[in-house]
């Protein structure tokens, strides 16, 4: 079993190894990129800024929080791209038939396959939820080990959602347009404050969608520190990642493969 | 007991028919239908037959990627889709039509990679990239880019990546398509050498009749999802080669008047027959043949074996 763990996680790193060897023929594209993306990110932040002039507390968060917040969707979104680029091609592949060549090798086949692209924009997203985090006046001990804690929490979360929505093909066939739907869904709310939404959204956030603890909760912890919180978390982004990974096995039973002409590139 | 055991495997695939908007007519569709072989260690297997025979589908059970409807099938004593990560360690693939290796890296890096997913320990890699680059000639060719490689180059390092990991059976599909006729000898002899040196049991298909003559020693050929023969070649050709081509030249023109035999096409100074060997004797019909006047020129073979198995595929492809 940690051999197992070893394995994979040498697999890993070999892939972001090589996709960074990749990605760093082009320099300029490369780097275009990265800085791109920050930039985008940073125009939202700017519709807060002028808000937070005129009021202090919007659904309970300060500007600070918002920065948070806004931090921790963009590193969990940054890490899940950079580690598992493809998951959200994933549908793709199962309906195209080019989970093959990944069935064929020992590995597992899920983190084979997602790890097997790196999506280089995505360095731009994770190094922009720092600059937030430094922006915000968190970047101490404490707080650097939290949001990194949680970004990876997060990124669990996150990956486990576009996992599940993409391995419904199996069972659905085409599934493009629901994922691309729910995907938005889940970056729209945890792009906003917990406390301007009502009950039964906030029922939603804690159970189907699951923005509150990825997003929401970790940063209650952030304010108010609780090591239960925290292993409420933790227990979360695992339960997720089991689900996820059992609706894809299961559907794999149903996989048909297909004849399609293929390179890797 | 052999390397590979198949007991009548079988592969159903269901496919919707709209029939309206919501309407929908499900149609079965038979892709293997009960086939049974065996193969031995180290023997190199031609699996054959046209387009859409059910090859693909039952290389795909046998390696773990479909799940046969019914029907046994074992690779090296494991089940393919139950014991698929124990299987992948003894198994390695060439698709001619896929690749494994990264387009835009060279292949060092592939291999290194792949190292990292068989979980390879660093020196082990090395010492079998090395032997794989004496054996396979790729030495020159390790730190260039793929996508710099002719097709041939490309192959040879396909072919060391799927068996970086001394796979036990090679699973070859279609390995020669789209090489020169140098490549493909090339790619033969190291696909032989491949079985000699580590009696590695090949399972090959291809559509390439030179591939199949110059490799196996037995072949089997599935059509419409059923093994319609399974034999050794040398017997495939004694039963099937019953027929002689003769192609003769003579100095002067000829006036050509035989009975009993089919001519395949004529000049006014040359002649081509096929002879059918069952109720003809080959002597009898020599000597005819050099009555006619002087001869310049002769050659007699035997029927490709392209034909003979187009012939099979024709005739036997109605069951």
Same mark, same amino acid.
């Given at each position: 079993?940690?051999?197992?763990?070893? !394995?994979?996680?040498?697999?890993?790193?070999?892939?972001?190894?090589?996709?960074?060897?990749?990605?760093?023929?082009?320099?300029?594209s490369?780097? $275009?990129?990265?800085?791109?993306?920050? #930039?985008?990110?940073g125009?939202?932040?700017?519709?807060?800024?002028?808000i937070?002039?005129? %009021?202090?507390?919007?659904?309970?968060y300060?500007?600070?929080?918002?920065?948070i917040?806004?931090?921790?969707a963009?590193?969990?979104?940054? @890490?899940?791209?950079?580690?598992?680029?493809? %998951?959200?091609? @994933?549908?793709?592949?199962?309906?195209?038939?080019? @989970?093959?060549?990944?069935?064929?090798?020992?590995?597992?086949? %899920? #983190?084979?396959?997602?790890?097997?692209?790196?999506?280089?924009?995505?360095?731009?997203?994770?190094?922009?939820?720092?600059? @937030?985090?430094i922006?915000?006046?968190?970047?101490?001990?404490?707080g650097?080990?939290?949001? $990194?804690?949680? $970004?990876?929490?997060?990124?669990?979360?996150?990956?486990?959602l576009?996992?599940? #929505?993409?391995?419904?093909? *199996?069972?659905?066939g085409? %599934?493009?347009?629901?994922?691309?739907?729910?995907?938005?869904?889940?970056?729209?709310?945890a792009?906003?404050?917990?406390?301007?939404?009502?009950?039964f959204? !906030?029922?939603?956030?804690?159970s189907?969608?699951?923005?509150?603890?990825?997003?929401?909760?970790?940063?209650?912890?952030?304010?108010?520190?609780?090591?239960?919180?925290?292993?409420?978390?933790?227990?979360?982004? #695992?339960?997720?990642?089991?689900?996820? *990974?059992?609706?894809?096995?299961?559907?794999?039973?149903?996989?048909?493969?297909?004849?399609?002409?293929?390179?890797?590139? | 007991?052999?390397?590979?055991? +198949?007991?009548?495997?079988?592969?159903?695939?269901?496919? =919707?028919?709209?029939?309206?908007?919501? /309407?929908?007519e499900?149609?079965?569709?038979?892709?293997?239908?009960?086939?049974?072989?065996?193969?031995?260690?180290g023997?190199?297997?031609a699996?054959?037959g046209?387009?859409? =025979?059910?090859?693909?589908?039952?290389?795909?059970?046998?390696?773990?990627?479909l799940?046969?409807?019914?029907?046994?099938a074992?690779?090296?004593?494991l089940?393919?889709q139950?014991?698929?990560?124990?299987?992948?360690?003894?198994?390695?693939?060439?698709?001619?039509?896929?690749?494994?290796?990264?387009?835009?890296?060279?292949?060092?890096?592939?291999?290194?990679?792949?190292?990292?997913?068989?979980?390879?320990e660093?020196?082990?890699?090395? /010492?079998?990239?090395?032997y794989?680059?004496?054996?396979?000639?790729?030495?020159?060719?390790?730190?260039?880019?793929?996508?710099?490689?002719?097709?041939?180059?490309?192959?040879?390092?396909?072919?060391?990546?799927?068996?970086?990991?001394?796979?036990?059976?090679?699973?070859?599909?279609?390995?020669?398509?789209?090489?020169?006729? +140098?490549?493909?000898?090339?790619?033969?002899s190291?696909?032989?050498?491949?079985?000699?040196?580590?009696?590695?049991?090949?399972?090959?298909?291809?559509?390439?009749?030179?591939?199949?003559?110059?490799?196996?020693?037995?072949?089997?050929?599935?059509?419409?999802?059923?093994?319609?023969?399974?034999?050794?070649m040398?017997?495939?050709?004694?039963?099937?080669?019953n027929?002689?081509?003769?192609?003769?030249?003579? =100095?002067?023109?000829?006036?050509?008047?035989?009975?009993?035999?089919?001519?395949?096409?004529?000049?006014?100074? =040359? +002649?081509?027959l096929? +002879?059918?060997?069952?109720d003809?004797?080959i002597?009898?019909?020599?000597?005819?043949?050099?009555?006619?006047?002087?001869?310049?020129?002769i050659?007699?073979?035997?029927?490709?074996?392209?034909?003979?198995?187009?012939?099979?595929?024709?005739?036997r492809?109605?069951?």
């Amino acid at each position: 079993m940690l051999m197992e763990v070893r !394995r994979h996680f040498k697999m890993l790193f070999s892939y972001v190894k090589f996709n960074l060897k990749c990605s760093s023929e082009y320099k300029i594209s490369f780097l $275009t990129q990265i800085f791109g993306m920050i #930039l985008n990110n940073g125009s939202f932040l700017i519709f807060w800024w002028i808000i937070f002039r005129n %009021v202090n507390i919007i659904g309970g968060y300060s500007f600070d929080d918002v920065l948070i917040l806004w931090g921790l969707a963009s590193s969990s979104f940054g @890490l899940t791209y950079i580690l598992f680029g493809n %998951v959200r091609e @994933l549908s793709d592949f199962i309906i195209s038939g080019r @989970l093959d060549s990944y069935i064929l090798q020992p590995a597992d086949i %899920v #983190l084979n396959t997602c790890a097997s692209k790196m999506e280089v924009s995505s360095w731009g997203d994770l190094i922009y939820g720092y600059i @937030l985090l430094i922006l915000a006046g968190r970047f101490d001990l404490k707080g650097a080990f939290l949001f $990194t804690l949680f $970004t990876v929490t997060g990124s669990i979360i996150y990956f486990s959602l576009i996992l599940l #929505l993409n391995s419904l093909a *199996f069972y659905l066939g085409n %599934v493009e347009s629901t994922k691309r739907i729910l995907d938005m869904f889940f970056l729209a709310f945890a792009t906003y404050p917990e406390g301007i939404f009502d009950n039964f959204f !906030r029922f939603m956030f804690y159970s189907v969608l699951p923005v509150g603890f990825s997003i929401y909760l970790p940063i209650r912890i952030f304010n108010n520190f609780s090591l239960l919180s925290i292993i409420l978390v933790i227990l979360a982004a #695992l339960v997720w990642l089991f689900i996820s *990974f059992k609706v894809f096995y299961s559907g794999l039973k149903r996989y048909e493969s297909a004849n399609i002409m293929e390179a890797k590139i | 007991m052999g390397v590979i055991t +198949v007991k009548d495997l079988r592969k159903d695939f269901i496919a =919707a028919k709209r029939k309206g908007f919501l /309407k929908r007519e499900y149609l079965k569709i038979e892709a293997v239908r009960g086939i049974s072989f065996e193969v031995e260690e180290g023997e190199i297997l031609a699996f054959i037959g046209p387009n859409g =025979a059910g090859k693909s589908t039952t290389i795909k059970m046998l390696t773990g990627i479909l799940n046969p409807t019914s029907g046994y099938a074992r690779v090296l004593g494991l089940d393919p889709q139950r014991d698929r990560k124990k299987l992948t360690y003894k198994i390695g693939t060439v698709f001619g039509q896929k690749s494994q290796l990264w387009f835009h890296l060279p292949p060092k890096d592939t291999f290194e990679l792949l190292g990292s997913i068989y979980g390879m320990e660093d020196k082990e890699l090395k /010492k079998r990239v090395d032997y794989l680059c004496e054996i396979l000639e790729i030495k020159d060719l390790l730190d260039i880019p793929v996508r710099k490689m002719s097709l041939g180059q490309r192959i040879k390092c396909e072919i060391a990546a799927s068996i970086l990991h001394k796979p036990k059976v090679i699973f070859l599909d279609e390995p020669t398509i789209g090489l020169d006729v +140098v490549a493909k000898k090339n790619l033969r002899s190291l696909i032989k050498r491949i079985n000699q040196e580590e009696n590695t049991t090949i399972f090959l298909t291809s559509h390439d009749i030179g591939d199949i003559e110059k490799l196996c020693k037995r072949m089997i050929i599935i059509n419409l999802g059923q093994i319609i023969m399974d034999d050794n070649m040398k017997r495939l050709k004694y039963n099937y080669d019953n027929k002689k081509i003769i192609s003769l030249r003579y =100095a002067e023109d000829i006036d050509f008047n035989l009975e009993d035999v089919k001519i395949l096409s004529k000049t006014n100074n =040359a +002649v081509k027959l096929e +002879v059918d060997m069952e109720d003809r004797d080959i002597d009898d019909i020599l000597l005819k043949l050099f009555k006619l006047g002087k001869v310049e020129d002769i050659s007699i073979s035997s029927r490709p074996l392209e034909d003979i198995i187009a012939e099979i595929y024709s005739i036997r492809g109605e069951v």
